[in-house]
Structure formats: C-alpha cells, structure tokens
C-alpha cells in the first residue's frame, strides 16, 4: 500500500509542477469570483441578489471550464507519457501496469475534486459578499431548501464533468494522443443535448440507452421522470454501465499496449 501511495504521489508531482496546472486554477478561481461581482453591478440601481441565485448562475456557467480544464489534465495523463517516451521509464519500474494506470486514474479524480473545490469556495464566498440577502431566490420554486438544492446541483454537474472526463482519460490511453481526447469529450460535452434532441427518446425507444440522453441529471432536481419517462435510477444505472465500459476499455488497451517503438 505504501509503494501504491508513493505511485499516486508521483502522478500528483507531475500533475502540479506544470505551471499550467496552478495557471488554470487560478483563471477558474478568478472567474468565480468575478461573476458575483459582474451580477451584482449588472443588476440595475437597486440591485436585490439573492445569495443562492449569484451562486447557482455563477457554478452553471463556471463548471463549463472546470471541465475543460480537467479534460485538459484526463488528456494528457497517459498520451503524455508516450508524447515525451517517459512512458518506457515507468514501467521499467516495479509496479504493474494496472496500479501504473490506477494511480493516474485516482490523480486525475483528486485534481477535478480539487478544481471544483476552488470552484465552489471561490463562488460561494464572493457570491455572500456581493449579495443583498440570503432568501431562497429560484431555489424556492423546488421542494428542496436551498442548501440542499445547491449541493444536489453541484453533485448533477460533477457527475457530467466525471463521465467526460473519463472519456477524455479512455482516448487518452487507447490512441495515445491528447488533442483527440480534449476535442472528442468536449465535442460530446456540447453537443449532448442536440443530439438528444434529435434523437428525443420519446421518438426513439432505443435512445434511451445513449449516454447524451442521460449527461443532463439537473431536471431529476425538478421532477421525478427525465427524458422518455426515465427515472433518476435508471438514468444513474445507465452511465455507470458506460463508467465501467470506458474503464475496461482504458485498462484492457494499456495492459496490452506494446511500448517497445
């Protein structure tokens, strides 16, 4: 276990000593703070913000970039190694090729907790200062109070942000090159709800089974039936099958994958 933790130690060292990393935490830190700001003076004469509306608006549109950002990092994680040949001097090393590919995997979920930590931190704590009150604002329209709706809304878009990242880290690993990862996922990640519009599984019984159909989770927040009927279970079963399909394919290909050229 010790050797395992001084694997994924390794892992996070590369991670942070990319000044690209902290440079995309600080653009992601800023950008909260400064749409609570933007709300505030935006609002008219006598602006009247509820703390959770400045909140909500300010995680929606923030989450956009903490998932770029950690598709950037799921990209790079394994394509980069064969990039640069450092790829050979890992697995010269006496660990497996699964624990090798599982502590890159466990680096890659603690930088996007550690993304939408800031994330969190930054937009709730300038969203409290720049705000006139902390009534229930739209998160009064729902059954859940408003602590409670801010947090499920928060798990909703970590959910999508952990699945696209997931692809991102899969095309990584099986073509071995990060600008095909970072414009397949964020390809899926805009484009889920169009495709789910064309193929509305109200018309289409198979589209039920696709994952774009299921990427949004906010409407379960609202109602009990998504789209085509379907239920938040159904729909939370349905992209853990695609989870762990994502997951076998990455580890089936890096433990066969020849690195010998």
Known sequence: MGEFAALIHNENIKIYSRVRTWIMLVILAVMCALFPVLIYYTSGSNPSIELWDSFQVTVSIAFFLNTIFTVVVASDSVAGEFSTGTIKL??????????????????????????TGVLVAFAFG?????????????????????????????????????????????????????GLAIGLSLFIMFTSNIVTTIFNPERYEWAKYLIFTHMDLQVYLGSNTGPGGATLGYALAVLLVYYVLFLLISWMVFRKRDVSA
Do not use: D, H, Q
């Open 126 to 178: 300038f969203s409290a200062i720049f705000s006139s009150s902390t009534g229930e604002g739209m998160t009064g329209l729902t059954r859940w109070s408003p602590l409670e709706y801010a947090a499920l809304f928060i798990l909703c878009k970590y959910i999508v942000l952990f699945l696209t990242a997931m692809i991102a880290f899969m095309v990584s690993t099986v073509f071995r090159a990060s």
């Open 90 to 115: 890992l697995l010269i090393r006496p660990w497996s090729r699964s624990k090798i590919l599982l502590s890159k995997y466990i680096s890659l979920v603690l930088f996007s907790l550690l993304s």
